[in-house]
């Protein structure tokens, strides 16, 4: 229904057209049509809500890590989970991050403002082997000339940092595994070798991170850190699913984690179910068409003929 304000212009619907006012001028649009989504859109759209909540769930534990990130790195981690989920075997509405190779995520950076390559002249040599051992080896051979931070201002003390972190989106939980921070020693050689051989928690998609860290000598002996989004490079050194081998390695400390599994807030297990429920509901619908197709009278007429 349409009204007339005082000036005279008339707001509202008035069959297919709807009638507003902008600036003291009278509009006119067409209503709006309604589209019908078909199953595959919808289910794409659940998926995309999927992929948008994996990634917010682990930025929320990567960002208590990390020193900085670019603008524009949560489209760009949600579109790299997507993009996982995509080369998976199993079908949509079926599948989630625990399905699907990560291969992709290795070499990822989190803030592109301060890239690896810009940042830091030396690249580490790591690897991850059939136990889920790490093994990180990096050379320096003078932070003045190897870190574009330290040659800008020579009094900052530039460290390596190294955190391997657990996600289970199926148990919903989070935990730290290991972490080492290396503060490189100035002008003068300095050689990062660094082995984590804990025991990774079965079923968890273990994410190894690599971030450059800086600071400067406080007032009496401390380390004050040092922000700046130009020079603060996080990225991903693997990315991988936690196998039977890896889990039990030993019992002593030294292969303990260093964090118990902690709680996480995480929707996926909602999205999965409303994705089911469409597959379900199309199952149903398809097969009910099929019924009023064979049950037709037009059908059953011809079906007789033919028999004839």
């Known amino acids: 229904m349409a009204i007339n304000d005082k000036k005279g212009h008339v707001h509202g619907k008035i069959g297919p057209l709807v009638y507003r006012s902008s600036k003291g001028q009278q509009i006119v649009q067409s209503l709006p049509r309604k589209f019908k989504q078909t199953t595959s859109t919808k289910l794409t759209g659940h998926e995309f809500g999927l992929a948008s909540t994996i990634s917010a769930t682990m930025r929320r534990v990567i960002g208590m890590i990390i020193d900085q990130a670019d603008s524009k790195m949560a489209y760009r981690f949600t579109g790299m989970i997507r993009q996982c989920l995509h080369h998976s ?7 989630d991050l625990h399905d699907v190779h990560l291969s992709d995520l290795r070499g990822f950076q989190f803030n592109l403002d301060a890239p690896f390559e810009r940042v830091l002249k030396k690249s580490p040599v790591s690897m991850v082997d059939e136990q889920g051992v790490l093994r990180f080896e990096l050379d320096i051979s003078d932070t003045e000339k190897d870190f574009a931070f330290v040659q800008r201002n020579s009094k900052i003390i530039p460290a390596v940092k190294i955190t391997s972190i657990a ?5 919903n939980t989070v935990q730290t595994i290991d972490y080492q921070e290396f503060k490189i020693p100035d002008h003068q050689p300095y050689t990062i070798r660094y082995t984590s051989n804990k025991n990774l928690p079965t079923g968890s998609i273990m994410m190894i991170l690599m971030s450059l860290h800086y600071y400067t000598n406080g007032w009496l002996t401390d380390l004050k850190p040092v922000h700046d989004p130009r020079y603060n490079a996080a990225g991903i050194l693997h990315a991988f699913h936690v196998t039977d081998r890896m889990t039990e390695k030993g019992d002593r400390e030294l292969f303990i984690p260093l964090g118990e599994s902690m709680p996480i807030v995480h929707g996926a297990a909602k999205k999965l179910h409303e994705m ?3 597959i379900i509901k199309e199952k149903e619908r398809q097969h009910a068409d099929k019924k009023a197709k064979d049950t037709s009278p037009r059908l059953i007429y011809a079906k007789r003929n033919h028999k004839r």
Do not use: A, P, T, V
């Not at 075997?89 to 599948?95: A, D, N, Q, V």
């Not at 996600?167 to 148990?171: I, M």
């Open 89 to 95: 075997e199993k079908s949509i509405g079926e599948r």
């Open 167 to 171: 996600f289970d989106f199926r148990q």
């Open 276 to 278: 089911h429920q469409l």
